[in-house]
């Protein structure tokens, strides 16, 4: 019996073949009878490619139905999926190119891929292109490739702090067994309709949220991005909103937002983010409704969530998923005592096998043991719940999108201009957290627009400085590093300040 993911979820698409899979602004829905074509279809585009199982298949598309028949076309063919950011740039592509070397490329149509040394197909926010050219003419895969629960389904690619990133390898066991805790968490059925804004190349919209609908024969409200008063008109017909805090954050401040508005919704789910409790009384007080908060990360995809029915409190991200395992450990792997600060480390089904092609990397973040080292700083209380009180690889997440400083650093520091930087993340009401460039100069003040001239095609917007600090000095400890802590509080409220 084939452990292929895409096995159980045909089983539901064909047990809600007449039922919607997909809503769509200014389309017609997709039934789930429609959407299991169309995955069929895809599937044969990808062997008329020459795709085959195991082959690696690189999608950067623009949000749209026949990319996800794209992502469940490469899951039946028993290819990997591996999914880019659509605001990556071409140097960034050429790397994840290089290293995951894929047998077919699937790029926006409107993309620079000239040169590019790989097979490449077409797709564009319409679901046009050779990609879509090729399915429709495509004979179906009618059969599903079969796959062993720990073949490879998608490799997840994570920024480095070193400023290469790494490949997180995905199993099908791996995202079974997440969707199965979830759907279960959560309390999923075939009755839900989820608000579903979240983009596709990332692990929450893609693994978690499409998962769930598609593991139990649900509706997904299919929104190309987040607009708060599009969502706004959405919400009376959804039971589920999945959201990064600053959905939150832009609903609470836009007009007519009320409780009205969300009366049908059974729960709202946030994460990729720390949710500020500032947002969370302030969407309980507005909406009745107290925000669910969960963590999980691309490596290990879901590990806990605070529970569908009881008590969840701010600041926290609640308790293990079923079949997961949280501790928080010193250095050594010695549990913490209760409320004191330590290592975050995650064991269980959902941890992915490693990083693709970077065995050294894997062996260092995973204890004999079998937990994974997160780098992420946490407290258990004596109910076995965990906050995360901070990062111990100075990530920062803004959007909801993960940037590691050393990336952006690196080309800063190239910057003839300038002598050194140091990148932090720092409070935004709006994105959680905002990139800030803290510069030491040669000689005169390098300006914001200077270092966005100088990043502009090396890195994605998301990740560029939205604000420029100059000092005479960066401060350092006894060896020489630079206290990011210190500049963290020093301009904790410079949002504030200059919003």
């Not at 993911?5 to 200014?26: I, K």
């Not at 894997?362 to 009180?389: Q, Y």
């Not at 100059?470 to 020093?490: F, I, S, Y």
Request: charged residues 20%; aromatic residues 8%.
């Amino acid at each position: 019996m084939t452990q292929n993911l895409y096995a159980s979820f045909e089983a539901q698409f064909r047990a809600h073949a007449p039922a919607t899979a997909l809503h769509m602004d200014g389309r017609a829905d997709w039934s789930y009878a429609e959407l299991e074509a169309q995955a069929s279809r895809a599937a044969g585009a990808l062997l008329a490619f020459g795709v085959k199982p195991g082959d690696r298949v690189v999608a950067q598309t623009p949000k749209c139905a026949e990319a996800v028949a794209l992502y469940l076309g490469c899951l039946k063919a028993g290819a990997v999926y591996v999914p880019l950011n659509t605001a990556y740039t071409r140097a960034e592509v050429d790397y994840f190119l290089g290293d995951a070397e894929p047998a077919l490329f699937v790029a926006d149509v409107g993309a620079d891929t000239s040169g590019v040394a790989v097979q490449v197909a077409t797709m564009d926010a319409a679901g046009r292109g050779t990609f879509s050219e090729a399915a429709s003419g495509a004979t179906p895969c009618d059969a599903t490739a079969p796959r062993a629960a720990d073949d490879l389904a998608a490799i997840v690619y994570t920024s480095g702090t070193t400023g290469r990133s790494k490949g997180a390898m995905l199993t099908h066991a791996n995202l079974a067994s997440n969707a199965e805790a979830l759907c279960a968490a959560w309390g999923f059925t075939s009755a839900d309709t989820q608000l579903h804004a979240l983009p596709i190349f990332h692990v929450h919209g893609l693994f978690v949220a499409l998962h769930c609908a598609f593991l139990t024969g649900s509706s997904l409200a299919f929104l190309l991005r987040f607009d708060a008063r599009n969502c706004m008109a959405w919400l009376p017909r959804c039971t589920v909103m999945m959201g990064v805090p600053t959905f939150y954050t832009r609903l609470l401040a836009s007009v007519g937002f009320s409780r009205g508005l969300c009366e049908g919704v059974r729960v709202f789910i946030s994460g990729s983010a720390p949710l500020a409790e500032q947002t969370f009384d302030a969407f309980a007080e507005r909406t009745g409704h107290r925000i669910l908060e969960r963590y999980g990360m691309s490596e290990t995809l879901m590990n806990t969530s605070n529970p569908l029915h009881g008590e969840r409190v701010a600041g926290t991200v609640g308790f293990s998923l079923p079949g997961v395992e949280a501790r928080v450990v010193d250095e050594d792997a010695a549990p913490r005592p209760v409320g004191e600060v330590g290592d975050i480390e995650v064991r269980g089904p959902n941890v992915f096998t490693g990083y693709w092609r970077m065995p050294d990397k894997t062996a260092a973040e995973m204890r004999p043991d079998g937990f994974f080292r997160t780098g992420d700083l946490g407290v258990m209380d004596a109910h076995g719940r965990l906050s995360i009180v901070g990062r111990a690889k100075d990530l920062v997440i803004s959007g909801g999108y993960n940037v590691y400083p050393k990336e952006i650093e690196r080309l800063i520091d190239a910057m003839p201009e300038v002598a050194e930087s140091a990148v932090i993340g720092v409070p935004h009401p709006d994105f959680g957290e905002g990139v800030v460039a803290v510069v030491q100069p040669v000689a005169d003040a390098v300006a914001l627009a200077a270092v966005s001239a100088a990043l502009d095609g090396q890195l994605a917007r998301f990740k560029q400085p939205k604000q420029v600090v100059c000092v005479a000095e960066l401060p350092r400890n006894a060896m020489g590093k630079v206290q990011k802590n210190v500049l963290r509080d020093r301009y904790a409220n410079l949002f504030a300040e200059r919003p």
